[in-house]
């Protein structure tokens, strides 16, 4: 069971270009920690504890799925990507980005690594005052009182002024989509890559049952004989499982994620089932079509197809290694001619064919950009 848990962060930079350090702080913070839920105005003060020149301080509230340990490490990473390395630093310095963890729910955290909340947090405004702003009633663990009341309280009294700069809150994929579909050719990578998006932004994920289906070995052995019960059985398999986990809402997930989405049968139908066949096929689907909810965004996964075939032969199993280039271009066609005809469905093709989201994590990166993008 994955938790969301709620987390207050200080961030201050005085080296370079301020504002941008901060931003690009945030949007990596939203990619690699939790949703960015509030952030502060921006303020300037001076340099605390140093002389150098003036700081500009923020402070943003998170939804994140992190425990501290892993929150601490992925902050240390955001730091040394944006040119920060603490082992360099010895005393008070100026530098492109600050890091601190303030709060973690109600929790009290003493190790070595960390303490929670922060200790120095009460005894300086710069980090106050912005708190108060986006958390002024949230309670302090150990001094169970509000934070509005813990500013007024500090005896810190250097100036401190607020810009009214404000950052861009990135948003999250939960925030844009309740549910997302992806397909794409068989050997295309859609499994993979629903799975990764479900793990790094707690989702629920729902795949295809394809394994179990008896028929499917059977098919591919002699295809004219078996098309239509095989069609049926994942007609009927993907409609009862997209009807189960779609209606059973997770309070611990922020969205659902599936490889798969119903029209991807009738899509298969065309392909594989006689004339008469198909027009059956075709009165059974529509009937379960108009039933089952419709994805917030339907991704397709481009794949060229000799890298499809490259593909199914490497994943080994053995009764798709008779899959023809053939077979795979008209199952191309078809989602073409589906994702063209179906105007009700938000669409978004990625060409993966020059892609390896698996193991370059700018390829995968480049996708979850284009999946937030699409208006």
């Not at 663990?141 to 509005?148: D, T, V």
């Not at 993979?192 to 795949?207: C, F, H, P, R, S």
Request: charged share 25%.
């Amino acid at each position: 069971m994955h938790i969301t848990r709620t987390t207050y962060l200080s961030l201050g930079s005085n080296l370079g270009q301020k504002f941008e350090n901060l931003q690009q702080a945030v949007d990596l913070i939203g990619e690699r920690i939790g949703s960015v839920v509030k952030i502060s105005s921006v303020y300037k003060t001076a340099s605390w504890g140093f002389k150098s020149d003036d700081f500009y301080n923020i402070c943003v509230q998170i939804a994140t799925g992190l425990n501290p340990e892993n929150l601490l490490h992925q902050i240390s990473v955001i730091e040394r990507t944006l040119g920060r390395f603490k082992l360099e630093e010895q005393g008070y310095k100026a530098r492109v980005i600050d890091i601190d963890i303030l709060l973690f729910d109600n929790d009290i955290i003493i190790s070595e690594e960390l303490i929670v909340p922060h200790k120095e947090m009460l005894n300086r405004k710069f980090v106050m005052v912005p708190l108060a702003e986006i958390a002024g009633n949230i309670i302090h663990p150990i001094e169970k009182c509000r934070i509005q009341i813990c500013l007024e309280n500090c005896i810190d009294d250097t100036e401190i002024e607020n810009t009214y700069l404000k950052l861009k809150r990135p948003i999250s994929l939960s925030e844009k989509y309740n549910y997302i579909a992806i397909e794409g050719n068989i050997g295309a990578g859609k499994t993979t890559l629903a799975t990764m998006i479900a793990e790094d932004y707690n989702a629920k994920i729902v795949l295809e049952r394809f394994a179990d289906n008896p028929f499917l070995p059977k098919f591919y052995e002699d295809n004219e004989r078996f098309a239509f019960p095989l069609e049926m059985s994942f007609l009927a398999d993907r409609y009862q499982q997209l009807s189960d986990d779609l209606a059973q809402f997770d309070l611990f997930k922020n969205f659902i994620v599936s490889d798969y989405y119903i029209f991807k049968s009738l899509i298969f139908a065309q392909v594989t089932l006689q004339n008469d066949e198909y027009f059956l096929y075709r009165k059974m689907f529509d009937i379960m079509y108009n039933e089952i909810s419709k994805p917030d965004l339907y991704i397709y996964l481009y794949q060229e197809t000799p890298r499809l075939l490259e593909n199914i032969k490497n994943r080994g199993r053995s009764f798709e290694q008779n899959i023809t280039a053939e077979y795979l271009d008209k199952i191309h066609k078809g989602y073409a001619t589906f994702i063209k005809t179906e105007e009700n469905l938000q669409s978004l093709i990625i060409d993966v064919s020059n892609k390896d989201f698996v193991n370059n994590p700018e390829d995968y990166k480049e996708i979850i950009e284009q999946i937030k993008n699409v208006n």
